[in-house]
């Protein structure tokens, strides 16, 4: 008894719970020291806080985590901030991705700025995976992409064009035009009649213009600082303003979409069958009377709209004016496609699009132009939402994946040497898998994949039918500006402006 007098009875069962506690904590440490740690990619050393951040100061993101991966391979982990990014640099390592582990990287990560824009996500192009957004595909491409429309898509397209011809002749002789400008006015005219009917309202009728709304929209849709850094980003996007910039942004996109709807509400008992636009359709399937099985709610409409506003115009437009870029730098190119567009139509007035299929060289070059110039040269990030291995590294669940398509497309292992320059015949005997990724793969492919090159190859073939181009003030024509800018698009810095001069068919 004498050892309970000199040690109290407290101090012994205090003496015996922290002997337990380190007793379980050395087991613990022991066992997990005998469980093999995960093999993850490489990554560059990384700092404090900003995790690899500091590597794309000062530079283009997808070219800075290009020479990255000539560094540290083609599968490589990248941290901005807390949050881990798996680098995809290669085909073989784009195609694990994309359809081997499709099913596991077929999420998106979460953003306040998405899930702002889409209405808590309820979109087709951010939303996470999930029964909704499949119905919500199978709508966009029924009602938008699919048969039903193509018809009126071809005939709008048709016309368009035909303005912009008329437009670019009746302009004065020897002074550029601005193809930006031509351009975007035509997409934006077949993509909007389609989904919003002819008299679709242009502009907003309050706030910023159109382009300008939709620019803003693609800004935010990138994401804020909150993202990658949890505590301090959101601080900083509080005192900074871009919370604020996200609101206005969105009370400006909800307004015009609101619009929208409230024009097709009015007319909805008026227009045939013939005149029903996308819009129609989804007011119908969100009635009471719809009898598809999937009744869609106002934020549904709203949130289709909006991917239709984002992801319908400014893709088509930055690949008709890259082609055009390339097309013009290129004299020998430029003759080669002519010859073949101006032989295929000799016996018509005009460009058919039925001409379309017969131009071989033509199809290479667009697919030439979405090979260096994809659209958006790192996708939009796919999230791992399970354990897998690519390229034989562990992936943590939470991980995104960004894939570079711009690297991918222009790697001299996949392309040769001559992989930086615009070589059209390239693709005379080259079968394409994944050595060019512009509309992504698996089940986030984007929908419009097989539109879109469609549309730019129309409009290329009627500029060089009916005009002879070239570059303005004495410049050559390998040296026209090609600077690129942007993140989630890629746009052309300075806008393209080329000199046009009416073709003479009585020649």
Known sequence: MEIFTIFPSWLLTTALVFFMFFTFLYTLISNRSSITAPKLPPNPPKLPIIGNLHKLIGKPRHQALWQLSKEYGPVMLFYIGSKPYLIISSPAMAKQVLKTHDHIFCSRPLSKGVKRLTYNYLDIAFSPPS?????????????????????????????????????????????AVNLNKLFLATVKGVVCKVAFGNNYRQQPIKGPSWEVLVDEALEMLGGGLGDSFPWAGRFIDYVSGWNDKLETCFTNLDAYIESIIDDHKNQIAEVTDDEKDFVHALLELSSEDNTSGHRLTKEDVKALIMDVLTGGVDTTLVTLVWAMSEIARSVRVKQKLQTEIRNHTRRTPKVDVLDIAKMTYLKMVVKETLRLHAPAPLLIPHECMSHCQIG????????????????????????????????????????????????????????????????????????????????????????????????????????????????????
């Open 131 to 175: 029964d909704h957004r499949r119905e919500m595909r199978k709508i966009l491409v029924s009602e938008f992409l699919g048969p039903k429309r193509a018809r009126l898509f071809n005939h709008l397209l048709v016309s368009e064009i035909e303005t912009m011809v008329r437009s670019i002749g009746s302009h004065p002789p020897n002074v």
């Open 392 to 507: 034989g590294y562990d992936v943590i669940p939470g991980t995104s994946a960004l894939i570079n398509a711009w690297g991918i497309g222009r790697d001299p292992s996949t392309w040769g040497e001559n992989a930086a320059d615009f070589y059209p015949e390239r693709f005379e005997k080259f079968e394409v898998d994944f050595e060019m990724v512009p509309f992504g793969g698996g089940r986030r492919s984007c929908p419009a994949k097989n539109m879109a090159p469609a549309t730019v190859e129309f409009v290329i073939a009627n500029l060089l039918y009916w005009f002879d181009w070239e570059v303005p003030d004495g410049v050559k024509s390998e040296d026209l500006n090609m600077q690129e800018e942007g993140i989630l698009v890629l746009h052309k810095k300075v806008p393209l402006r080329l000199v046009p001069a009416k073709y003479n068919w009585d020649d």
